[in-house]
T-cell receptor
Framework: GAVVSQHPSRVICKSGTSVKIECRSLDFQATTMFWYRQFPKQSLMLMATSNEGSKATYEQGVEKDKFLINHASLTLSTLTVTSAHPEDSSFYIC????????FGSGTRLTVV | DAKTTQPPSMDCAEGRAANLPCNHSTISGNEYVYWYRQIHSQGPQYIIHGLKNNETNEMASLIITEDRKSSTLILPHATLRDTAVYYCIVRETNSGYALNFGKGTSLLVTP
């Protein structure tokens, strides 16, 4: 079946620095990928839709200048959390669709 | 825009069948019922989906009522590794839009 690889699985960074998270579709091409954020004991919240070759579409309340999304190829989308603060600490998950939706294993971001 | 309603939590004894209900009374004719689960600190995992007929695969069975306003996910022989949050989602297939997750049902399988 379709596989989505997400890296890194966990990262700790200092407040004010930037962190890049990669999401790759391993055995299929994904013109669209999705980025979610999940806080403890809460459900997944859609942050943005990443479109290959064009600008991402952000959900209401998500700062596009803070969460930079790049989808430069059909198999790779990246999410960069810029100037990270402790409140950005969360579980970030990407997803791509090949008929059914496949999810990455998630990235646990801790900002200290 | 929660289109589904699920109980927040359920318990099930190991080896017994786990029956997880979902109400989706506003489902439209071209919307499928999808089930995903999320084990702690992992990405969601696809389980099964269906339109109106009952479906079965190696993981579970999906029973959809004739009026399609509710469904039940059945794990026939629950194991401890089935402890997870189970999400019922209605969605047009191949719509190109993201899946929107509700709160799901937290299933605890006990020894």
């Amino acid at each position: 079946g379709a596989v989505v690889s997400q890296h890194p699985s966990r990262v700790i960074c200092k407040s004010g620095t930037s962190v890049k998270i990669e999401c790759r579709s391993l055995d299929f091409q994904a013109t669209t990928m999705f980025w979610y954020r999940q806080f403890p004991k809460q459900s997944l919240m859609l942050m943005a839709t990443s479109n290959e070759g064009s600008k991402a579409t952000y959900e209401q309340g998500v700062e596009k200048d803070k969460f930079l999304i790049n989808h430069a190829s059909l198999t790779l989308s990246t999410l960069t959390v810029t100037s990270a603060h402790p409140e950005d600490s969360s579980f970030y998950i990407c997803s791509a669709s090949l008929g059914d939706y496949t999810f990455g294993s998630g990235t646990r971001l801790t900002v200290v | 825009d929660a289109k589904t309603t699920q109980p927040p939590s359920m318990d099930c004894a190991e080896g017994r069948a786990a029956n997880l209900p979902c109400n989706h009374s506003t489902i439209s004719g071209n919307e499928y019922v999808y089930w995903y689960r999320q084990i702690h600190s992992q990405g969601p995992q696809y389980i099964i989906h269906g339109l109106k007929n009952n479906e079965t695969n190696e993981m579970a069975s999906l029973i959809i009522t004739e009026d399609r306003k509710s469904s039940t996910l059945i794990l026939p022989h629950a194991t401890l590794r089935d402890t997870a949050v189970y999400y019922c989602i209605v969605r047009e297939t191949n719509s190109g839009y993201a899946l929107n997750f509700g709160k799901g049902t937290s299933l605890l399988v006990t020894p």
